[in-house]
Nanobody, 123 residues
């Protein structure tokens, strides 16, 4: 079983950047598709970005396309989410996710979740 721990969240102003990290332990993630989801207060958890185990397939939600970049370092068992041009509507708890089957992941297909890291963007 893989364990995921997110870091890098914080309070920033609109237009700023943040980089989230997700460190995996317990089992190699080199064959897992990895992704990020987020959940704002009162809303459902939503897909943000995902990357296949070989990094040859990457998907983004329309709301973050062009501003966020997902990447992974299998040697370091770490997944990153670079977030640029942040907006107040990006405010949420961000969760790292591992999916054994596909990078086209959904809430129901994710096998392992991290505990989440808070991102707050002030206007």
């Amino acid at each position: 079983q893989v364990q995921l721990v997110e870091s890098g969240g914080g309070l920033v102003q609109a237009g700023d950047s943040l980089r989230l990290s997700c460190a995996a332990s317990g089992r190699t993630i080199s064959r897992y598709a990895m992704g990020w989801f987020r959940q704002a207060p009162g809303k459902e958890r939503e897909f943000v970005a995902a990357i296949s185990w070989s990094s040859d397939r990457i998907y983004y939600a329309d709301s973050v396309q062009g501003r966020f970049t997902i990447s992974r370092d299998n040697a370091k068992t770490t997944v990153y989410l670079q977030m640029n041009s942040l907006k107040p509507e990006d405010t949420a708890v961000y969760y790292c996710a591992a999916d054994w089957v596909s990078a086209r992941m959904t809430r129901s297909t994710v096998g392992t979740w991290g505990q989440g890291t808070q991102v707050t963007v002030s206007s």
